[in-house]
């Protein structure tokens, strides 16, 4: 009997990923989504028209809107954005022994990860898949890297042998909280690299913030739990680097945006920005134990660039003070 695979969501990290796996025949792989259209495509023609419409997809690779398939044991991947993860699972039943792994980056209900939500719904082992992964990547066949955040060997062993033989790569971290909380930090200060980069055309200037910039995430993922040896898997330096240095990155992008004065609420809400919304959740929660935001010179300028009357062409000049 072939292994099911299950995504939660058929947008691009999930279409590419399925697809990649789908390569694998024996693996039944699905991908689940509320979009009727998608699934048609897929289904009918093998292409996703709406996030990869001129990549012909493996003719193995399912989609449905069914969402009972996840009545079946499966491994389970969720793949959808994080500020929905909880409530969407709150709604659906999974078998018992689905192992199920998030993909999603960002903060789920009351300031806790989402792998923290989920854990505290069912009983299912929970983990967590983060690292420097494109979509467009993935699909093209170019070789990858996650970290599997979990306490468990057998549970990373397990997923190191769903993708063996594929061009993704895993490395192994038993700290879960700090991969999720890397994969949120890493795109509050992919922000402050664009708004540098759109201001200054100095590669001196650019690693110089970017350094800053890591020695503040390696102070609150200890402050906030994590381990400073997860710093050091893909989900840490790797995915931070992808995400403050590339262009196909939203949170990066976001950064130029504000940094060239383009930045307006409507483009806020057109585009998916984890990084924002974790800049006011970091920042409560620093209010609430009683610590000044102002020890974390990067955080404190965003939060008030997001949250005031502030004049981007002091931001870079207010860090170097």
Do not use: W
């Amino acid at each position: 009997m072939k292994q099911k695979v299950l995504f939660i969501g058929a947008g691009a990290i999930a279409t590419a990923m399925g697809n990649v796996l789908a390569k694998k025949r024996d693996l039944e792989v699905t991908l689940l989504t509320i979009e009727e259209d998608v699934a048609e495509t897929i289904t009918k023609n093998h292409v996703n028209n709406k996030y990869f419409p001129k990549l012909g997809l493996e003719h193995h690779l399912g989609c449905s809107t069914d969402f009972s398939m996840l009545e079946m044991e499966a491994i389970v991947f969720i793949a959808i954005p994080s500020v929905v993860t909880v409530d969407f699972l709150e709604q659906k039943h999974i078998h018992s022994a689905s192992v199920v792994v998030n993909l999603a980056k960002g903060f789920g209900n009351e300031r806790r990860t989402i792998v923290e939500c989920i854990r505290e719904r069912i009983s299912n082992p929970v983990v967590t898949m983060k690292g420097p992964s494109f979509a467009r990547e993935i699909i093209n066949n170019q070789p990858t890297a996650f970290t599997i955040g979990t306490e468990s060997d057998e549970l990373f062993q397990r997923l190191d042998n769903l993708f063996s033989g594929t061009t993704i790569y895993l490395d192994h971290s038993s700290d879960v909280r700090g991969v999720e909380m890397l994969s949120i930090l890493k795109n509050i200060y992919a922000i402050a690299v664009g708004v540098v980069d759109a201001q200054f055309e100095s590669p001196n200037l650019k690693f110089l913030v970017f350094t800053k910039a890591f020695k503040e995430m390696r102070s609150l993922l200890l402050l906030f739990g994590g381990s400073k040896k997860t710093l050091f898997n893909f989900c840490g330096i790797g995915d931070f680097a992808l995400t403050a240095l590339n262009d196909l990155s939203r949170n990066r992008t976001l950064g130029l945006l504000i940094g060239k004065g383009f930045f307006t609420d409507y483009i806020s809400e057109k585009v998916v920005l984890e990084g924002r919304i974790a800049v006011n959740i970091f920042y409560e929660e620093l209010k609430s134990r009683d610590i000044d935001p102002t020890k974390y010179p990067i955080f404190n300028e965003l939060y008030k660039v997001f949250n005031t009357e502030y004049d981007i062409s002091e931001f870079v000049g207010n860090l170097l003070k």
